[in-house]
């Protein structure tokens, strides 16, 4: 079998056996996982539509946890792939670590179109917890609703995996928080005070999200006796 080289330069680092992949000027700081038990790991996915802020909700995540500085943030700090920048759409699920207080947030950024559907549904499966995000001056797409009450609500809910609903972009003129707040309740049955109100370009509110993975999002389960097994 011929190997053949991949088109884009990656360094690759071992560190506390977990293998990290960036690029050569990537700014993202690699953490000592050792230091963090099961009990303080949260493993957690972001889901929506297009242009609801899934990907700038990613990047003010990585800023207020200090995986990047502000100074050295681009936008989209996950989609890594030539198209998804160009086009301003995730298509391949990327992840970060995410160090907060004395917790580590495990973030695996997922598409939002419903053509990369199949990347939702594999980050869902090593999840234990979703932030929903809704743009607050567009409401509840059908996209959103397709990705969760078919093949990934089912695989959600026989997971038991945990959702926080978070309203985004509440800056803007053309916000109907209450209008989001009926749609979340009618369709997924959230009660108005579960959902988060935040502006993730302004960053209004964000640091709320970090405090809700934490305390409503449950640590992964782990059997010591069991063998050892991993995603790649």
Known sequence: MKLIPPRIKLNWVCQS????????????????????????IRNFSIVAHVDHGKSTLADRLLELTGVVKPGERNEQ???????ERERGITVKAQTAALPYKDYLLNLIDTPGHVDFSAEVSRSLAVCDGILLVV??????????IISL???NFWLAFERNIHMIPVINKIDLSGANIAKVE????????FEP??????????????????????????PPTTRKEAPFRYVF
């Not at 700090?77 to 198209?83: A, I, N, S, T």
Request: cysteine-free.
């Open 135 to 144: 743009a607050a001056n567009q409401g509840v797409q059908a996209q959103v």
């Open 182 to 189: 009926t749609q979340l309740k009618n369709l997924f049955e």
């Open 149 to 151: 009450t078919i093949a």
């Open 77 to 83: 700090m996950l989609d890594r792939l030539p198209v």
């Open 193 to 218: 005070h579960e959902s988060l109100k935040i502006s993730a370009k302004t960053g209004l509110n964000v640091e709320s999200v970090l405090d809700a993975i934490v305390q409503r999002i449950p």
């Open 17 to 40: 056996a977990r293998l990290f992949s960036s690029g050569p000027d990537d700014p993202a700081k690699l953490i000592n996982l050792t230091k963090y038990s099961p009990e303080k």
